[in-house]
């Protein structure tokens, strides 16, 4: 039998498909962390970047059409020095799709860059055929049109590529980007708008002398080096693709949608000097009723919407975000009055809290080592194959998963919404409230989840979000029947 790796490895050379361009980098025993080969800029010195807001082409029949074109582009993300980005319509973060619940979106997505791609929306109840799955590629010049019914609540999603095995480095090098969806439940609710909504892609990466995004690949192109097995930390966070930025805000209540995008950092984020963090939203749309916070866990592949009110503190203060993990994220400046701050809803969305399931599964989250001494992932130990089946719910049924790990692994589901029942044996962590597509499981943590298969028939997947773990064969397909 053909071993995965080297299966990939003649697919990849037939094709002539490598990492192109990467520097390969790293030292022995770094836990993953990537250092820079440059002075690191000066944090709190950027302004923060809006990503552009991207129009449709054309509005035909109640339908929105779009053309994003994948390339790559020089941009300065450090004070003078350039990067390269691979982009979708050239920029990092890619522009932000505002979809509308009830109105379709057709998205034909043109690839200018010269390795094969794919493009996911994460949390996006997706046909199949449109959902980005890793195999399904555009090949360098070709073009793929992409559906979406849009039948979903409103919700920050966030795209991104999916290509099987270049997850990881094609996100690093900058494709991904954000997707509001809204609706009339959420137009209804008095929530802060336009300036005042803002949001707030994170994701670390390290750079080369030259300014280049630093990447260490693996010497024969396929994965990440072995000491990076673990996931790849770069030592500069960026926030919308600007290197801890700032923000300068009215003294008025904004809503912040924190979203992780980074490969594999997790971050614990909190207000210096303080404040709260009032949790409106989780992945997959409102909360029921919000949700205090004094500092919140993010996975990569989490989404938090939360409100922070500016209002609390005196014009000319500095507020943080603080990463209790290891570091800084970006500044808020409070710059001057603002409007008076709209107090927050008590009620939200309409939220269902799920009880019952027909069939419970559990699914184990952990390394292996192959033959040959590289480090895999494997859910219930097996290394990804495409087209292989793990389970098959059906649809519109409700189904308990239960999750365990070695590690930590943030664990995503396409398609089926889910919510956290218990953690550890005990309830749910306050972080776990609302619906969810993406739950961050710890070191030999179990995690139950109730998911509802809903919207659509057919293959998809689930796959540790941690994207060198995805890369390295922790994905499994499940069939909606
Ligand atoms: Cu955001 Cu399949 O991933
Ligand atoms: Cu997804
Ligand atoms: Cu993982």
């Not at 300036?195 to 994965?223: I, N, Q």
């Not at 993990?325 to 500044?331: A, D, E, K, N, S």
């Not at 701050?341 to 699914?363: G, H, I, M, N, Q």
């Amino acid at each position: 039998m053909t071993t995965r790796r080297g299966f990939l490895g003649l697919l990849a050379g037939a094709a002539g498909l490598g990492t192109a361009g990467f520097v390969v980098g790293g030292q022995a025993g770094n836990n993953g962390l990537l250092r820079s080969r440059r002075p690191l800029p000066e944090p709190f010195t950027v302004p923060l970047p809006i990503p552009q807001v991207k129009r449709p082409t054309r509005v035909d029949g109640g339908v929105e059409y779009y053309t994003v074109v994948q390339r790559a582009a020089d941009v300065e993300i450090l004070p003078g020095a350039r990067t390269k980005i691979w982009g979708y319509d050239g920029t990092f973060p890619g522009p932000t799709f505002h979809l509308r619940q009830g109105r379709k979106a057709v998205v034909e997505v043109r690839n200018e860059l010269d390795v094969p791609t794919s493009t996911h929306l994460h949390g996006g109840v997706t046909p199949p055929e449109s959902d980005g799955y890793p195999t399904d590629l555009v090949k360098p010049f070709a073009a793929k049109t992409y559906t979406y019914p849009v039948s979903q609540r409103a919700a920050t999603l966030w795209y991104h590529d999916h290509r099987m095995d270049y997850t990881a480095p094609q996100v690093w090098r900058g494709l991904a980007g954000l997707c509001l969806v809204g609706d009339a439940e959420e137009d209804a609710l008095d929530l802060p708008r336009d300036k005042y909504d803002v949001p707030l892609l994170l994701t670390d990466r390290a750079f080369d002398e030259d300014g280049a995004f630093l990447y260490p690949a693996s010497h024969s192109g396929m994965g990440v080096e072995k000491d990076y097995a673990n996931g790849v930390l770069g030592d500069v966070v960026l926030v919308n693709g600007a290197p801890w930025p700032v923000l300068d805000v009215d003294a008025t209540r904004y809503r912040l949608r924190i979203v992780n995008g980074s490969n594999a950092r997790r971050y614990e984020l909190a207000l210096d000097p303080g404040g709260d963090l009032v949790q409106i939203g989780s992945d997959a749309g409102l909360l029921g009723a919000p949700q205090v916070h004094q500092s919140l866990v993010v996975a990569p592949g989490e989404r938090f919407d939360v409100l922070v009110d500016f209002a609390a503190y005196p014009v000319g203060t500095e507020v943080a975000v603080a990463d209790r993990l290891g570091g800084q994220v970006m500044r808020f400046k409070v710059a001057r009055p603002g409007p008076a701050s709209a107090p927050v809803p008590e009620r939200l969305a309409a939220f269902d809290k799920l009880d019952t399931s027909v069939v419970t599964r559990s699914f184990d989250f952990r390394t292996t080592m192959e033959h040959h001494g590289a480090r895999m992932w494997t859910i219930n130990g097996q290394m990804y194959a495409p087209g292989e089946i793990i389970a098959t719910p059906r649809l519109g049924t409700v189904e308990r998963w239960r999750l365990t790990s070695d590690f930590h692994h943030p664990v995503h589901l396409h398609l089926a919404h889910f919510q956290v029942i218990s953690r550890g044996g005990g309830g749910p962590l306050p972080r776990d409230a609302g619906w969810k597509d993406t739950v961050d499981i710890r070191p030999y943590e179990t995690v139950e989840v109730l998911a509802r298969f809903d919207g659509h028939r057919g293959r998809y997947m689930m796959h540790c979000h941690n994207l060198e773990h995805e890369d390295m064969a922790m994905m499994a397909d499940f069939f909606v029947g």
